[in-house]
């Protein structure tokens, strides 16, 4: 069973402040996601990554930046955080086999509250 | 206007009800089309995948896609408090970056 898990499953934290989201999967995929699920807006892809050190940029990078040294491992960072980036943290992962129908596989996800 | 449209809900029915939940989206070039289920506190996982239009069936779950309407649905048969969840519809033009709708909170009641 492909395992995907994050760093921390409630955070707290000041407006201003650096924060880092972990996740780590284990299944040797070399694709992971990063989303944020708001009510009413599903999931918004934040960035995602094909490679080690590679890194794209999805629809919603404004305030956010990751970072990808390790191919198991894909970080979120908040440089400041804001109470606009309060929200459920969620990572995933897929596989990359040529002519397969690979699904995203998602962590349990970090639900973050900025005070 | 929403790449993907899906009504929230929330949807309550009775056990051995059917469920019927559906989408619309605006992209016509969307090819792969998913449903995913999420209970309370835990991250999405897959139920069903389906590649173009026509209809596809695992247990108590059929998928449907009718891209001419830009139109897909999910149908739930006999319905269990298990199924007691958030679903999400989610498509792709290239099998990789994913847009999903906002997700429908079902209860199913004992």
């Known amino acids: 069973d492909v395992k995907v898990t994050q760093s921390s499953r409630y955070l707290v934290k000041r407006t201003g402040e650096k924060v880092f989201l972990e996740c780590v999967q284990d299944m040797d995929h070399e694709n992971m996601f990063w989303y944020r699920q708001d009510p009413g807006l599903g999931l918004r892809l934040i960035y995602f990554s094909y490679d080690v050190k590679m890194k794209e940029k999805g629809d919603i990078p404004e305030g956010y930046s990751v970072s990808r040294e390790k191919k198991e491992r894909f970080s979120l960072i908040l440089e400041s955080a804001s109470t606009n980036q309060t929200s459920m943290y969620l990572c995933?992962?897929?596989?990359?086999?040529?002519?397969?129908?690979?699904?995203?596989?998602f962590g349990p996800g970090t639900r973050l509250l900025v005070l | 206007q929403k790449e993907v449209e899906q009504d929230p809900g929330p949807l309550s029915v009775p056990e051995g009800a059917i469920v019927s939940l559906n989408c619309t989206y605006s992209n016509s070039a969307f090819q792969y089309f998913m449903w995913y289920r999420q209970y309370s506190r835990k991250g999405p996982e897959l139920l069903m995948y389906t590649y173009s239009s026509g209809n596809k069936e695992d247990g108590r779950f059929t998928a449907q896609v009718d891209k001419s309407s830009k139109y897909i649905s999910l149908f739930i048969r006999d319905s269990q408090p298990s199924d007691s969840a958030t679903y999400l519809c989610a498509m792709s033009v290239n099998d990789y970056k994913l847009s999903f709708g906002a997700g429908t909170t079902v209860t199913v009641r004992a």
């Open positions: 995933a992962s897929r596989g990359d086999r040529a002519g397969s129908q690979e699904t995203q596989y």
